[in-house]
């Protein structure tokens, strides 16, 4: 039953979609509901951030997937060549949850929820950036039935 | 992006017809929304019940409305469901938009 299914779209947020969708199919036998809607919400996640903040919403650039399904685990590895995550956001102890004062109106977050959201969605998340190319790992693992 | 509007009394209902609000889609919903804002309507319903995805860049879009109308009204999310409402859950903007499982429970909460 191990298998990869490897998926590359062009650096345009109008197609995210179809790679949500993918990877969404993909998972849905092996995942139950809310374990496949969360890799979807961090594939998404992903790849809007590397085409917003990686490639500055400059089209023509290749997002590559590479979904690996075995017995145990589903993992998705986002790789682009775009300019990485900073240093100190990646390491930079981002915290694990939202925390912001629900009555401020005004001081409420717009954005930068990203990355928070793809750690809270998957098991495992790692991020290896080499010069020329990002990857960023995610596993999602299989509850036992 | 399609929006489809219900006038209750004072209160706007809109009910999203796409079944996503991602990023693709945030910059165009978010533009329709605060000109329904700044036309006056600053009590609004936002009716997520045919929409089955939405990404931080679409909650985002969201928030801003709610800012957009500040204190001279009121924005409440009506049919939020799956990894829509799991999504208010996690970013914990459930505490913000309080989700009301019907438009009319949502009407009686944004009823001036």
């Known amino acids: 039953m191990p298998g990869v299914v490897r998926l590359s779209i062009d650096s345009d947020l109008n197609q995210v979609e179809f790679i949500a969708r993918a990877v969404r199919s993909l ?3 092996l995942l139950g509901r809310e374990d496949a809607e969360a890799v979807e919400l961090a594939v998404v996640e992903a790849m809007n951030n590397i085409i917003k903040h990686g490639y500055r919403g400059r089209r023509g650039e290749a997002v590559d997937v590479n979904v690996t399904l ?3 685990e589903v993992e998705v590895e986002v790789v682009d060549h775009a300019t990485p995550i900073p240093e100190r956001i ?3 102890g981002e915290p694990l949850a939202f925390d912001f004062d629900a009555t401020d109106v005004a001081g409420l977050p717009e954005g930068g929820m990203g990355l928070t959201l793809i750690r809270m969605s998957m098991d495992e998340v790692d991020y290896v950036s080499r010069p020329g190319e990002n990857r960023l790992r995610m596993v999602k693992r299989i509850a036992a039935s | ?5 219900t006038a209750h009394g004072d209160v706007l209902v809109v009910r999203v017809e796409d079944s996503r609000i991602d990023a693709a889609r945030a910059p165009e919903f978010k533009t329709a929304m605060i000109e329904r804002i700044d036309r006056g309507h600053v009590r609004l319903v936002l009716d997520l019940s045919k929409v089955d995805f939405v990404d931080s860049s679409g909650l985002g879009a969201i928030v801003s409305c ?3 109308i500040g204190p001279r009204g009121n924005l409440a999310v009506a049919g939020a469901k799956g990894a ?8 914990r903007m459930d505490r913000v938009f309080p989700l009301h499982a019907s438009v009319d429970d949502a009407l009686k909460s944004v009823a001036g």
Do not use: E
Request: proline share 0%; aromatic share 4%; hydrophobic share 40%.
């Open chain 1, 70 to 72: 075995t017995r145990s």
């Open chain 2, 1 to 5: 992006m399609t929006l489809n509007d």
């Open chain 1, 27 to 29: 998972c849905d036998n």
């Open chain 1, 90 to 92: 990646v390491k930079g």
């Open chain 2, 66 to 68: 709610l800012k957009r």
């Open chain 2, 84 to 91: 829509v409402a799991k999504l208010f859950a996690l970013t």
